[in-house]
């Protein structure tokens, strides 16, 4: 709106760019600090000194190594589970005319409403009773059913491939799946990156799903180790902050390499990280 | 276009999510309806006992601080948080030198992992050891007690979910790219200032972001749990007890399983009815309003 570069702006601009970066710099900071450092008053900014050993302890006094790998594991099979299940219903919802389509996609829109509060419970019973609770199960089974976001996401991309294509593969004599597969796929790759950056992030931070299923700690998932750690230990800040650490730089990378596919995922779906 | 005998390859790519939704989302939502009027520890069979939850709820001391809490954190803490993100956006789309460092920057906690985000907030808040503290003190504020003193403890909650409103401000963002500048340019000639561009362009030009942003927020601060659960878990003095947690500790620490099915329908009906007030409200006010 303004042609001029806006020198007025500079002070807020900086002051909240202060306040969204402190409490990160605090948290690495602090993940170098020795004990005496991280108790001390007042408070030191940069330890002289930095432990970098804070960060081994977490692989040799804490299993954060086996915190890592169940989370890589759940990660992994979550994100196949979903984009596997949910180009192939994206798919069916874009290609093909069904009766009743559009009432079943408004119900696939309404689900991405719904607390999880409401199905929660019946969900933890009935996996209760396949003997599925303190298995990693209940996490990655569901996803091979679909998710709802990326559902949506992929079939709107899927209605922007142009009908000639398929049509033209047709009349060559090639089945949907082939048309799927072959034309479908490789022309939706920005979307696929979308809902699968999202995905990621959805499950590598999940929270509440692994505190309800899991508790066997030698199971546990980076966050649910994290926050036992956090009841467990009340003064390891340094070992807490370093975890922290090592769990959010993952989504940091994928946030610094792909922000604007980020970015877009935002604004088409308006979801939160 | 496509004869009917295809239907069912149709159906066939449909089906795994036609038939996860009735395992995992139809099958739920009526088992737990059903749940909401039994006694029922999800092992032993599950008893009627009609309303009985829903009376014994309301006469629970914890559900009505619970509810309380979520109302006081909804509606002081949405406000703030959606204020304060069109500040940001407003501020980043200005012509500033490292426009994009900046938005990265802004944006950055938003990523950061919830239970990583709640324990570096309950250090950085902490009274003693904590840096936040210190310097109030040295600007010769209060130091207040914050996740330890029940008065101050949900303001703390607030100030931390400020520190990640990435998602709303990218979308305020896109908001205010998407006002034509000509609107701007006309109510400069008619010499309007900053702030009549402000308030009769950009806030109604807005509205229906700010519309979809306080839905999605109220939606998410009537779910709040990590956060919380990793923070505070409903301390000090039950003073962030809040509506998911009292639900979870109903259901997985105590078994209470229907009382919990209860609670989580009334969640529900209050979600329902804060999203139809908030739609009400915009009504009255938004763009069709403003633009008369």
């Known amino acids: ?273 | 276009m496509r004869i009917k005998a295809e239907n069912w390859k149709g159906f066939l790519f449909l089906s795994p999510w036609l038939i996860g939704l009735l395992v995992f989302t139809a099958y739920p939502i009526i088992a737990s309806f059903v749940f909401s009027f039994t006694y029922y520890n999800g092992i032993s069979s599950p008893e009627w006992t009609g309303l009985g939850n829903y009376v014994q709820l309301f006469r629970d001391p914890l559900f009505t601080k619970a509810i309380y809490n979520t109302i006081y954190l909804a509606l002081i803490g949405i406000p703030i948080a959606q204020v304060i993100s069109v500040l940001a956006a407003l501020l980043l789309n200005t012509r500033i030198r490292f426009r994009g460092v900046f938005r990265a920057v802004y944006f950055l906690p938003s990523i950061v992992p919830v239970v990583a985000t709640a324990l570096l907030w309950k250090w950085f808040l902490n009274p003693e050891f904590g840096p936040l503290n210190v310097f109030l003190m040295k600007l010769g504020l209060p130091a207040p007690g914050w996740l330890i003193d029940p008065a101050w403890a949900k303001p703390a909650l607030i100030l931390t979910g400020i520190w990640g409103i990435g998602s709303p401000m990218v979308i305020y963002l896109a908001g205010l790219q998407n006002i034509p500048g000509e609107l701007y340019e006309a109510a400069m000639l008619d010499g309007a200032g900053r702030f009549a561009s402000f308030f009769r362009i950009t806030l109604p030009m807005l509205s229906p972001v700010i519309l979809f942003n306080v839905v999605m927020g109220v939606i998410t601060s009537f779910q709040a749990f990590t956060t919380i659960f990793v923070m505070t878990n409903g301390g000090p003095d039950n003073s962030t007890l809040v509506y998911a947690l009292l639900i979870y500790r109903n259901a997985f620490q105590f078994y209470k399983m229907g009382y919990a099915s209860a609670m989580a329908w009334i969640l529900l009906l209050l979600t329902a009815i804060a999203v139809l007030l908030v739609f009400k409200f915009f009504g009255k006010w938004g763009y069709f309003g403003a633009a008369e």
Do not use: C
């Open chain 1, 1 to 273: 709106m303004n042609r001029r570069r806006a020198v007025w702006a500079y002070i807020p601009v900086i002051a909240g760019a202060l306040f969204f970066l402190l409490p990160l710099f605090w948290m690495f900071a602090t993940s170098l600090k020795s004990y005496d450092e991280v108790f001390a008053f007042p408070p030191i900014w940069w330890p002289p000194h930095p432990h970098w050993s804070n960060y081994r302890e977490l692989v040799t006094e804490l299993p954060f190594l086996r915190y890592t790998l169940n989370t890589i594991f759940v990660t992994a099979v979550t994100l196949i589970g979903y984009m596997v299940s949910s180009s192939i219903v994206a798919f069916g919802f874009s290609y093909f005319r069904i009766p009743g389509k559009k009432a079943l996609f408004t119900v696939l829109l309404v689900t991405l409403m719904l607390p999880p509060q409401v199905t929660m419970i019946p969900q933890y019973i009935l996996f209760n009773k396949l003997g599925w609770v303190g298995t990693f199960l209940p996490l990655i089974i569901p996803p091979f059913f679909g998710g709802a976001f990326a559902i949506f996401l992929l079939k709107q991309f899927f209605d922007t491939v142009p009908k000639e294509f398929s049509e033209a593969a047709k009349l060559d004599g090639a089945n949907e799946w082939t048309i799927f597969t072959r034309i479908y796929i490789p022309l939706s790759k920005p979307a696929f990156a979308t809902a699968a950056l999202f995905i990621f992030i959805w499950t590598w931070t999940d929270f509440l799903n692994p505190l309800i299923y899991l508790n066997d700690d030698r199971m546990y998932t980076l966050s649910i180790g994290l926050q036992q750690l956090s009841t467990a230990r009340t003064t390891a800040w340094p070992q807490l902050m370093a975890g922290s650490i090592v769990m959010t730089l993952p989504v940091l990378l994928l946030f610094l390499v792909a922000q604007k596919t980020f970015i877009k995922g935002m604004r088409v779906g308006g979801i939160k990280a």
